[in-house]
């Protein structure tokens, strides 16, 4: 069945550095992929998303691009910040009628002053 | 707006004892779910609902009920509950656009 692996955290890095979070994944069809996060006692909230091969999402700084041929979708930062910390899901949507969506495992993300 | 909201925040059970987690939303959304977030192994599905009146199974159904006799409502019951449903139980909703939205989570310890 489907599936969605993403690297495992926790991610420490300085604030101003540069983040990759690895995401892959299969499905049989054409999905739609997703990144979320979740702040400290917070429930997930839509970061960016892409619905189709080689789109870009990108909010907030962070960006995103759907490569059908490598099947991944990582996300980057050029610059992160302390209140960027937080838990990061990959997701994807197979768009059928129930609009279920898979996760990964989520990474922890702890940005340092 | 309230988005999605769900009760209780927090709650401590014996083994054994039930339960019944409310989502509530009021976004005029069709669809719901139900997941539970364990360390490790992100969100898995647990039941959803497609429309007021249906339910079906996901990921790890067994061991709790669900109901959707409203719209607005989304009810997950633990009928007899075991230490191995400790964990962080979310509520989300989607129009159908694919896009889900999420409650705070009930955080659920059965001792």
């Known amino acids: 069945g489907d599936s969605v692996t993403q690297m495992e955290g926790p991610v420490t890095l300085s604030e101003e550095a540069c983040l990759t979070i690895n995401c892959t994944y299969t499905a049989t069809g054409y999905p739609s992929l997703f990144w979320y996060v979740q702040y400290p006692g917070e429930g997930l909230q839509l970061l960016l998303k892409?619905?189709?091969?080689?789109d870009k999402g990108s909010n907030k700084g962070f960006e995103a691009t759907y490569r059908k041929e490598t099947t991944s979708f990582h996300l980057e930062k050029g610059s992160v910040q302390v209140s960027d910390s937080a838990v990061y899901f990959c997701a994807l949507s197979d768009g059928g009628a129930t609009n279920k969506l898979i996760f990964g495992t989520g990474t922890l993300l702890a940005v340092q002053p | 707006n309230a988005g999605v909201t769900q009760t209780p925040k927090f709650r401590v059970l014996k083994t054994g004892q039930s339960m019944t987690l409310l989502c509530a939303q009021d976004?005029?959304?069709?669809?719901m779910y139900w997941y539970r977030q364990d360390p490790g192994m992100g969100l898995r599905l647990i039941h959803y609902?497609?429309?007021?009146?249906?339910?079906a199974k996901g990921e790890v159904p067994d061991g709790y009920n669900v109901s959707r006799l409203k719209k607005q409502n989304f009810l997950l019951g633990l009928e007899s509950a075991a230490p191995s449903q400790t964990s962080v139980y979310f509520c989300a909703t989607t129009a159908g656009e694919e896009t889900q939205y999420f409650g705070p989570g009930t955080r659920l310890l059965v001792l």
């Open positions: 609902s497609v429309g007021e009146g249906t339910t």
């Open positions: 892409a619905t189709k091969a080689d």
């Open positions: 976004m005029n959304h069709e669809y």
